[in-house]
Structure formats: structure tokens, C-alpha cells
């Protein structure tokens, strides 16, 4: 299943700093970023929902991370 997030990730600094703990979640199959939409999307394939744990992830780096219906 594909999972979209609305994140305040803006440069690949800020995507360096998380993406070992992404990397660390086994659920997820694969992750990539978006940073020419204007939402800075995050879009995850994972085997089952995963959006508590990755929004409680960004809020320990201090990034928002909201999931897109």
C-alpha cells in the first residue's frame, strides 16, 4: 500500500537527518521524497499503516508530517 504524507522536509540536508530512521522501519518497503511539490511530499510502500509511527518519527526531528487521504 502507498502512503502520502505532507511533511516540512525542505532539502536534502533535512532529508539525510531522518532517512536511517526511515530506513530502521521495517515495515517499509521503500520511501522517497517529493520537494518540488509545493506539500514536500513523502510517499511510503509499506506491508500495513505505518503513518503513527512515521509522524511520531518527523515530530522527534521536529518536522510535521501529516497523512494525506
Known amino acids: 500500500m502507498v502512503?502520502?504524507?505532507k511533511t516540512s522536509i525542505e532539502d536534502k540536508k533535512q532529508i539525510?537527518?531522518?532517512s536511517k530512521n526511515l530506513n530502521e522501519i521495517q515495515e517499509i518497503q521503500?520511501?522517497?521524497f517529493d520537494l518540488e511539490d509545493c506539500d514536500n511530499i513523502l510517499r511510503i510502500v509499506a506491508e500495513k499503516n505505518i503513518s503513527k509511527t512515521v509522524c511520531e518519527l518527523f515530530s522527534a526531528f521536529?518536522?510535521?508530517c501529516i497523512e494525506l487521504e
Open 3 to 5: 502512503y502520502v504524507f
Open 30 to 32: 521503500r520511501w522517497n
Open 62 to 64: 521536529n518536522y510535521t
Open 16 to 18: 539525510k537527518s531522518i
